[in-house]
């Protein structure tokens, strides 16, 4: 089935560190979704980007949706402890005009204070 | 405005039973869509709900079915349970035309 393919798989930063992940597809996708998910807990949608080379901000929190629609990045900056936990990306397939998301393989923060 | 909401928490059940998860979604939400979390394949897309109707289907047999009823309210069956049923399972709401999904805390299934 589609795929997305999610970087790094994980990374242990220092505290105040600024953080970098991404996703890319062979496929065009019509949304791109980031969520971050606790221990126990479902995901938590963080940030919604809806058209290529739109850049949103959520706190320290920055999202870009790729030009070609095929990728998109999530950085953080200046990370805290309680940025600890998994991040996924989540993207709707251009073709799809349903609920259906396709979801990366999640990328792991630990952040040492 | 209250989240999405999913009973149980937790269950534990033996192979070869059957199971139902509940899902109340967001208060105006129409859809209603289910993933399965593991740790070897992710989260996985099973089905969507639109108007009491399955809009999509993933990649799932057909021990996995699902409805939804006139109050957007939604339950997803699992029967003969296999031991690699064992998982999380999610529920998300999304509001008409959106495709953000807001994603309930889950239910985690043990099958023993």
């Known amino acids: 089935g589609q795929q997305l393919n999610q970087s790094p798989q994980s990374m242990f930063i220092q505290e105040g560190e600024d953080v970098s992940m991404n996703c890319t597809s062979s496929?065009?996708?019509?949304?791109w979704l980031w969520y971050k998910q606790d221990p126990g807990e479902g995901p938590v949608l963080l940030i919604a980007?809806?058209?290529?080379?739109e850049l949103t901000s959520n706190g320290r929190l920055t999202a870009q949706f790729g030009i070609t629609r095929k990728d998109s990045f999530l950085n953080i900056s200046a990370s805290i402890p309680s940025d600890v936990g998994i991040y996924f990306c989540?993207?709707?397939?251009?073709?799809?005009?349903?609920?259906?998301?396709?979801f990366g393989q999640g990328t792991t923060l630990q952040v040492k204070p | 405005k209250a989240g999405v909401t999913q009973t149980p928490r937790y269950l534990i059940k033996t192979r070869g039973q059957q199971v139902t998860l509940s899902c109340s979604p967001i208060?105006?939400?129409?859809?209603v869509s289910w993933y399965q979390q593991t740790p070897g394949q992710g989260l996985q897309f099973l089905f969507e709900?639109?108007?009491?109707?399955?809009?999509n289907k993933g990649n799932f047999p057909g021990r996995f079915s699902g409805r939804q009823f006139s109050n957007s309210r939604s339950e997803m069956n699992v029967s003969t349970l296999e031991l690699g049923d064992s998982a999380l399972y999610l529920c998300?709401?999304?509001?008409?035309?959106?495709?953000?999904?807001?994603f309930g805390q889950g239910t985690r299934l043990t099958v023993v």
């Open positions: 989540a993207g709707q397939l251009g073709s799809s005009n349903t609920g259906k998301l396709i």
């Open positions: 208060s105006g939400h129409r859809s």
């Open positions: 998300a709401s999304s509001g008409t035309g959106l495709t953000e999904a807001f």
């Open positions: 980007l809806y058209k290529a080379g």
């Open positions: 496929s065009i996708f019509n949304t």
């Open positions: 709900y639109f108007s009491e109707t399955q809009r």
